[in-house]
């Protein structure tokens, strides 16, 4: 019940091309799901996060898509760029004891 | 700038030593993390520490300590090291309670243990 599945794993994506990346939970104490992006030889840094009484939340190219009912939510990256080519983790929160889960990672590369 | 340090970025150590990660950040944040990066298995949690002095084990603690002093600084101590621990290691922090989701990290320790 504390699990994030991500999915896919990788993904390879034309450029302008517009990647999705998937996450699954089961917990509905979670009350918060971010989207970290880590490039090579970084840590991850926060890139896009929704609460859930919002179905979808835009900054820029990026766009999470959420569906409450279903427990799932969606990273897509609009009009994909060589330089978008990262390892995308999405995570949620728990509520009751404000932890952090994490999904495994899709590493996602943008040809040119 | 708001920064989380960590000290070693690479390290190679032998098999039975001790190891010393260690980790500031400059943002006055009550939460700091510990986490182990490994292909296909995403960011597990070593421990955190919520304060001075605290520490609470996450997911995967065995062969692993914390040490936090002061407020500003977490260490990572592996008393005995194993070639199992070969891995990227990423500290974090992060503000306490609602600011547990916006994480800061560092750029990572990557160790190999031959």
């Known amino acids: 019940q504390q699990q994030v599945k991500q999915s896919p794993q990788s993904l390879i994506v034309q450029k302008g091309g517009i990647p999705i990346i998937n996450c699954a939970y089961e917990?509905?104490?979670?009350?918060?799901f971010p989207w970290y992006q880590q490039f090579p030889g970084k840590g991850p840094a926060l890139l896009i996060a929704?609460?859930?009484d919002v179905s979808e939340k835009k900054e820029g190219r990026f766009t999470i898509s959420f569906n409450k009912s279903a427990k799932q939510f969606s990273l897509h990256i609009m009009d994909s760029q060589p330089g978008d080519s990262a390892t995308y983790f999405c995570?949620?929160?728990?509520?009751?004891?404000?932890?952090?889960?994490w999904g495994a990672g899709t590493k996602l590369i943008i040809k040119p | 700038d708001v920064k989380v340090t960590q000290s070693s970025r690479y390290l190679v150590k032998r098999t039975g030593e001790k190891v010393f990660l260690e980790c500031v950040q400059d943002?006055?944040?009550?939460?700091m993390f510990w986490y182990r990066q490994d292909p296909g298995l995403g960011l597990r949690l070593i421990y955190f520490?919520?304060?001075?002095?605290?520490?609470e084990k996450g997911d995967i603690p065995e062969g692993y300590s914390v040490s936090r002093e002061k407020k500003e600084r977490f260490s990572l101590i592996l008393e005995s090291a194993s070639t199992n621990q070969t891995s990227m290691y990423l500290c974090?922090?992060?503000?306490?309670?609602?600011?547990?989701?916006?994480?800061?990290f560092g750029e990572g320790s990557r160790l190999t243990v031959l």
């Open positions: 995570a949620a929160r728990n509520g009751s004891n404000y932890q952090l889960i």
């Open positions: 917990n509905t104490a979670f009350d918060y």
């Open positions: 929704i609460r859930p």
């Open positions: 943002m006055d944040h009550e939460n």
């Open positions: 520490s919520y304060d001075v002095k605290m520490k």
């Open positions: 974090a922090s992060s503000l306490i309670g609602q600011g547990v989701g916006e994480l800061f």
